[in-house]
């Protein structure tokens, strides 16, 4: 008894510092934090989880993730109480400049991964477990601590179904069933054989405990740790501000900190609290994934004589790359033979993990593996990828390394369709804080372009079309991110015509039949969209007298507003031919005419504005 | 026996049409619609399905809703079975300006609501079915045929499990399980029990059945139609490319017409085809919802004493103004008492429907409301929008009526951090064809453009702020969408400074602080966003000599870009202060100080600009 005695003090101990901490911030969720104290005590303190504290990046760490990042004070309390933060540092909780934010982020050492917009902690820890089991082929385990409300979130069951897919017996998740949600009872209440019996259905081992036994939870953790095969999922009946008696169980306490005077009361409650008792954390064993050393790359190889699609490319390159890039990570969403990734599957099929119709999933997936140092490229239908925005979005609050293709570009892709027509994503990658937003129009830039994703740490994406297009760069071309190609230029040039990708032959195409009327036009390839070439810009607007950019995008967030955005000081006119109308069914080349960014239009606006004063 | 015969008769000629359309077309899905021909020839002609061709738009028509987009051909071929396409019209599949397009669009009349972007449909069912039980209190069904593939996008299991909360038994899906995806085998291939177990556990009745047999489909409509107290799940093995026996249960024809050659043997495969049979559809019963009448609105009531925040005038507005639009129904995403829909929620507690923590079903759900002629009101936390992106992006394509409500917009939400502080929100509900963006800096004017969203036709957004501002309109104030409101102006103007929600608050505090340093400024208050109010701003450039936007929102796709798109053609420098830096923790006003778009920030700019030439 004495071992749960240590650890019933050191829980007491978490309650202690989690209340202290929400009351001096005056906000924060005490009560979301007091129901799991005992599962995370339990959990960290009791052996199971094995941890060095001090190199929190060991590669055969245990990992923990806190889905239910709201409970962030309970997160911190628990390093507290490893001896890793002090009772001064937790007073700094959600302070500007505090590493201990609202909800966990990387600023804290011991983030795993930024969480706090629910139910996209599993899959975060599907990709730490995968990357165990099959890349790093380490013993460490992954631990994932879930709220009951964050259930109904469908992107949970996407990451169940595929973890025992995978059979990642090596994920335990947690889930802290305390009843109540934001604004009242969650659908289920405290009937625990909903969840197993729908956890059970999708796969999963399952156990039921009473989730403030400490005798309970540490079985339950040991026969987590015993089963192989499948995945594990801790089923733990909770009270929420548990500790707290007028908190307990009680609706209306959802993200309150406690006030001064209700503090005194809870911490009279708490009793006697040794401030000084530190928890032991279990090392892991020092071991470390085999390092490969990187090969050099083979030569790029198109030709001018066949035209190629940079999807098609995109597969070619990832194929290429992978001996000299080693950490690499594939990940599809049952659309491999479209996006062309299937060509490094074929090739790497031990790198390359299918992660089926759930892109929420393999979004979050690709995080946990990014944040266990490999580089995972994750491929879709540029459309689809809107399916994950969400979690594109907490991706940029980790220091993520994720590389993404969007293929299927526009409406360009023809007849399947609006439903498969990739036409905001340049505006969603763009209103990300730091991201790379590449368009390659041709195979060579492609290769070129992926290549020097796979190399840069951060968000890159990359837009790959359907057709075939020319091969129009010879392969020894360089393409600098931030940089852009001028195709054609001459000092006659009247209006300089911005394209990337399929518009970018639209352009050449349109420069030749300008040329035969004697008009001349300026031609860039804006293969890099973010960062993007000022300088090459601001030079051809000093020659023409006016800028068209054109894409295969809707007006707004597109090529063209990122081109004003960058030449907001320099004073010429830029116009913008984009998707403008209800896209639909066609050829791809009617569907150019009828949205008026095919060659036709861009030849009918050059012309206009070169007449024009 | 001989209903059955003429059952399978009709489902031949289905066959044959799918066949013929996609060989013409030259693509699109034919064994993903073979595979469920028998299925839903035995639901339309077979008694179950209730539905007035002539009058699609009855309101006690069943509704037929196919998840599984791509089997397009087989949907249009249904209609053509019924006598209402031709097999002319079906010849025009996929090509460019007929309402027949490679995934179904409303272009088409039967279309329920535009899908092809898996794992949709069942949501949009939901609202449907929402709708019959609780709003419109008609008997109509909803069926929604779904594809086994797709059963792995979480979005269905939010849909399950909220329709079986909401215990709607006058939903049925139809699960196609034949197997194979676009790239191979299915995780479960034709193991049945798997989705019998996972949608069983989930609290739907489910039925297993050969789905190439008639008398078991019959049998399994009858059953669903009289299952009470929870939905239905038929769950069907089928044989993708069934009929043609070089297609059948065969990898690799996922997506692909049948060249002529092999159409020719398909065809000679099934035999003769009596093109002129029809099929029978039952009709409904001639039942109208009840229509309450318009009532008047109650006035507003704010005073410039008392701050509000416009998350609350959000929730103020929805109860105000029911009386006068009876079709509304508010849906939220567990935050009620967060974005303040819970005052809605209190008064007419029979038109608000929780949604749980499940933001892409909610959006899916208002689709199908809208749909069936009501006008939902969507609200969660802006950040929590992106989560429902491709739903909202095929709502577009939908001709749908949908009012969202983000709340806690920007950094300006303080200690929670990052992962709940909208900052892209505006670029997304940008990059949607014909959407309104609204972005109320008061209480009066949320209330005013509330009103005027239910009233308008289509898709809005509206922003709202956490804090409470400051009421700086008259309740007479008129606030047209497309219009702006010029705060502040003189002859004396440098620069104009464009603000909307919090940032107009901080551009009149720096309006102030700039006049007592000699400095006049234009303040505009762009509560319209899209569209913008071009007018007065072309008229503020006459005056001033450079402009600058502020915005408690990323640099990409928000106002400041916006306002470049509109002034494209004007000479004015025009500068944004927006979220560049890291968001995190803080005080608010500590944040927008951090992120320079805060009065001081304002102020530095503007003695910046008007001191330059």
Known sequence: MNGNTKLNELAKLIRYYSLV????????????????????????????????????????????????????????????????????????????????????????????????????????????????????????????????????????????????????????????????????????????????????????????????????????????????????????????????????????????????????????????????IRGEIRRPDDLQPEKQEPRKLAEISYTAESPVATRRAYGNALARIFPRFQDMVVLDAEVSNSTFSEIFKEKYPDRFFEMFIAEQNMVGAALGLSRRGKIPFVSTFAAFLTRAFDQIRMAQYSDANIK??????????????????????????????????????????????????????????????????????????????????VLRESDEDTVAVIGAGITLHEALAAYEELKSQGIFIRVIDLYSIKPLDRKTLKQAAKVTKAMITVEDHFAEGGIGEAVRSEMADVDIPIHSLAVRKMPKSGKPNELLDYEEISKDAIVRKARELSQGG
Chains 1, 2 share one sequence.
């Open 404 to 485: 993404f293709c969007g293929s299927h570009a526009g409406v360009s892709i023809g007849e399947d369709g609006s439903s498969q027509m990739g036409l905001e994503d340049i505006a969603m990658f763009r209103a990300l804080l730091g991201s790379v937003v590449l368009y390659p129009s041709d195979a060579v830039s492609t290769e070129k372009l992926v290549e020097d994703a796979a190399r840069r740490q951060g968000i890159v994406y990359i837009r790959t079309t359907r057709g075939s297009t020319p091969v129009i760069y010879e392969r020894d071309e360089k393409f600098p991110v931030g940089g852009s190609k």
């Open 21 to 276: 901490s929400t009351t001096e911030a005056g906000s924060g969720h005490p009560s979301s934090s007091l129901s799991a104290a005992d599962l995370m005590a339990g959990l960290m303190f009791g052996g199971a989880f094995r941890f060095d504290p001090d190199h929190p990046e060991h590669p055969n760490n245990d990992r923990l993730i806190f889905s239910k990042g709201h409970a962030s004070p309970l997160f911190y309390s628990l390093w507290a109480a490893a001896g890793k933060v002090t009772e001064q540092e937790l007073m700094t909780l959600r302070k500007f400049g505090s590493p201990l934010e609202g909800h966990p982020t990387t600023a804290f050492r011991y983030t795993e991964a930024s969480t706090g917009s629910l139910g996209q902690g599993l899959a975060i820890g599907l990709g730490m477990a995968l990357n165990a089991k099959f890349i790093d082929k380490l013993p460490y385990r992954t631990y994932v601590l879930l709220g009951d409300s964050e259930m109904s979130e469908g992107s949970q069951w996407e990451a169940m179904e595929i973890a025992a897919y995978y059979r990642l017996d090596n994920l335990t998740g947690i889930i802290d069933v305390n009843r109540l949600g934001q604004r009242g009872e969650t659908m289920y209440g405290h009937d625990l054989s909903v969840y197993e019996k729908r956890v059970s259905s999708f796969g999963w081992e399952t156990i039921v405990i009473d989730g403030h036994s400490m005798t309970e939870i540490l079985g339950a953790y040991e026969k987590a740790f015993s089963t192989e095969g499948r995945p594990v999922m801790i089923i733990a009946r909770t009270v929420k501000g548990k500790g707290v008696s007028f908190i307990e169980d009680e609706n209306g306490w959802h993200g309150r900190a406690l006030k001064k005077e209700e503090l005194g009361r809870a911490l009279e409650e708490l009793g006697q609290v040794d401030t000084s």
